[in-house]
């Protein structure tokens, strides 16, 4: 069962433009909603995050908008450059009840910004 | 100022054999998650230490996969018997503190295991 969906699975933007990744989630206990950038043949790297309790958040480039009502939350990254191509991955923190916070990750989506 | 290393980077294991993946955590940290990467997937969380601690193994397999961190050197995640199923990304993250939703966890480059 798939407690986060993100879409799309791919996605090409001209240099310049805007990209934007959509995350829909299930789970009411979710409370903090990080977004990760992944190169290849390397880990995760934590790009922006947001809490339920904040409809935006801008850091550069990259914003975060969350509706609450509709549990979606969607990355969106303005003036998209080559150097941004990689895989991003939203995710979703909750406690786990057997003493930890768990991450929950989306399928992840392909970006390629292209010249 | 070294941040999460794994290793090995590649591993290729024939199906019965065991695989260990070894992970050391930033400097000052104290947590470890494991999680697994299948293709085209997210990541799946597995497993969470504490020193000489498991605190959270509720996403581990049953059988065939263990984890430790010992007191002394790195996490060691060990699976027994593999099979192709088992091929996957593993990474390995770290965190000062694990008390908080917002603890920011960090991720090591991971070990592509290839079962033949």
């Known amino acids: 069962q798939q407690q986060v969906k993100q879409s799309p699975q791919s996605l090409i933007v001209q240099k310049g433009g805007i990209s934007i990744i959509n995350c829909a989630y299930e789970n009411t206990a979710f409370d903090y909603f990080p977004w990760y950038q992944q190169f290849p043949g390397k880990g995760p790297a934590l790009l922006i995050a947001i809490r339920p309790d904040v409809s935006e958040k801008k850091e550069g480039r990259f914003t975060i908008s969350f509706n609450k009502s509709a549990k979606q939350f969607s990355l969106h990254i303005m003036d998209s450059q080559p150097g941004d191509s990689a895989t991003y991955f939203c995710a979703a923190n909750a406690y786990s009840g057997a003493g930890s916070y768990q991450l929950t990750f989306g399928k992840g989506t392909k970006l390629s910004v292209i010249p | 100022n070294a941040g999460v290393m794994q290793n090995p980077r590649h591993l290729v294991r024939r199906r019965g054999q065991e695989a260990r993946l070894r992970c050391s955590p930033m400097?000052?940290?104290?947590?470890v998650y494991w999680y697994r990467q299948l293709p085209e997937e997210g990541l799946k969380f597995m497993v969470y230490l504490q020193k000489e601690n498991i605190i959270d193994e509720s996403g581990m397999p049953k059988e065939r996969f263990s984890a430790e961190f010992p007191k002394e050197g790195p996490s060691i995640l060990r699976i027994q018997q593999v099979v192709r199923g088992d091929s996957a990304a593993y990474f390995c993250?770290?965190?000062?503190?694990?008390?908080?939703?917002?603890?920011?966890?960090?991720f090591g480059p991971g070990t592509r295991l290839t079962v033949l």
């Open positions: 993250a770290s965190s000062t503190k694990a008390g908080s939703t917002t603890d920011t966890q960090y």
């Open positions: 400097k000052g940290h104290s947590h």
